[in-house]
T-cell receptor, first 116, second 112 residues
Framework: DAGVIQSPRHEVTEMGQEVTLRCKPISGHDYLFWYRQTMMRGLELLIYFNNNVPIDDSGMPEDRFSAKMPNASFSTLKIQPSEPRDSAVYFC??????????????FGQGTRLTVV | TQLLKQSPQFLSIQEGENLTVYCNSSSVFSSLQWYRQEPGEGPVLLVTVVTGGEVKKLKRLTFQFGDARKDSSLHITAAQPGDTGLYLCAGAPPGNTGKLIFGQGTTLQVKP
C-alpha cells in the first residue's frame, strides 16, 4: 500500500481564497483524522471520521473550516475564506479501529499551507 | 479537555549522552503511544504502552507508562545523531473512541 496520500504538498494562497486539502487513507482503514501542526500549538486534532461519518469535530477552529468524507477512500478539508493565521501543516491520518488499544495512526506527509 | 504536556520542549545534546523525555497529564489514558517525526514527514509510531507500569524497550529507547496511566517517559541511552527529530506522545482517552490526543512534542538534536 502507498500509505496515506495527501495533496497538494504545498499550497500558497491569498487571504480570502478558498483552500481545499485532499486525503486518500490507507485501504481498509475505518478511521480518518485531520490534524493541524504549528510551532505554537503542536499537533491539534481538528476532526475525525469513523466509517465515513464525522464523530468529533470539536477541534475545528471556526465555521470557515469544513471537512467531508464522501467515501472510504477520500476526504477533503476546506477552508473558506482562508486567513493568514490558518498557515500551518495539515496532516491526514488513518487507522484500523479493530486493533483496539494498539491502534496505530498512519500519517500522510502533510500539506504545508501558507496564507499571505 | 484531556491534555498531554511534554517536557522538555527542546533538547540539544552531544552524541553518547543519555536523555529522558516526559509526557504528563492529569487525565487517565487507555493507552499511550510515542511517535517520531522527521522534517517534512508525518509522525511514525515507535511504541504503544497499555498497562500501568509497563516498560518497553526498542534498542536504545526505553518507554514507560506510569502506574496510574497518566504519564509516560521515553529514555534514550547513548544518543546518536540519527535520533534527531521531534518526539510526540499521544494518548487514547478511555472508551476506545479511536481518538488520539497529542502532546506538543520534544525537539531533540543530537550533535556529533
Amino acid at each position: 500500500d502507498a500509505g496515506v496520500i495527501q495533496s497538494p504538498r504545498h499550497e500558497v494562497t491569498e487571504m480570502g481564497q478558498e483552500v481545499t486539502l485532499r486525503c486518500k487513507p490507507i485501504s481498509g482503514h475505518d478511521y480518518l483524522f485531520w490534524y493541524r501542526q504549528t510551532m505554537m500549538r503542536g499537533l491539534e486534532l481538528l476532526i475525525y471520521f469513523n466509517n465515513n461519518v464525522p464523530i468529533d469535530d470539536s477541534g475545528m477552529p471556526e465555521d470557515r473550516f469544513s471537512a467531508k468524507m464522501p467515501n472510504a477512500s477520500f476526504s477533503t478539508l476546506k477552508i473558506q475564506p482562508s486567513e493568514p493565521r490558518d498557515s500551518a501543516v495539515y496532516f491526514c491520518a488513518s487507522s484500523h479501529g479493530d486493533r483496539g488499544l494498539y491502534t496505530e495512526a498512519f500519517f500522510g506527509q502533510g500539506t504545508r499551507l501558507t496564507v499571505v | 479537555t484531556q491534555l498531554l504536556k511534554q517536557s522538555p520542549q527542546f533538547l540539544s545534546i552531544q552524541e553518547g549522552e543519555n536523555l529522558t523525555v516526559y509526557c504528563n497529564s492529569s487525565s487517565v489514558f487507555s493507552s499511550l503511544q510515542w511517535y517520531r517525526q522527521e522534517p517534512g514527514e508525518g509522525p511514525v509510531l515507535l511504541v504503544t504502552v497499555v498497562t500501568g507500569g509497563e516498560v518497553k524497550k526498542l534498542k536504545r529507547l526505553t518507554f514507560q507508562f506510569g502506574d496510574a496511566r497518566k504519564d509516560s517517559s521515553l529514555h534514550i541511552t547513548a544518543a546518536q545523531p540519527g535520533d534527531t527529530g521531534l518526539y510526540l506522545c499521544a494518548g487514547a482517552p478511555p472508551g476506545n473512541t479511536g481518538k488520539l490526543i497529542f502532546g506538543q512534542g520534544t525537539t531533540l538534536q543530537v550533535k556529533p
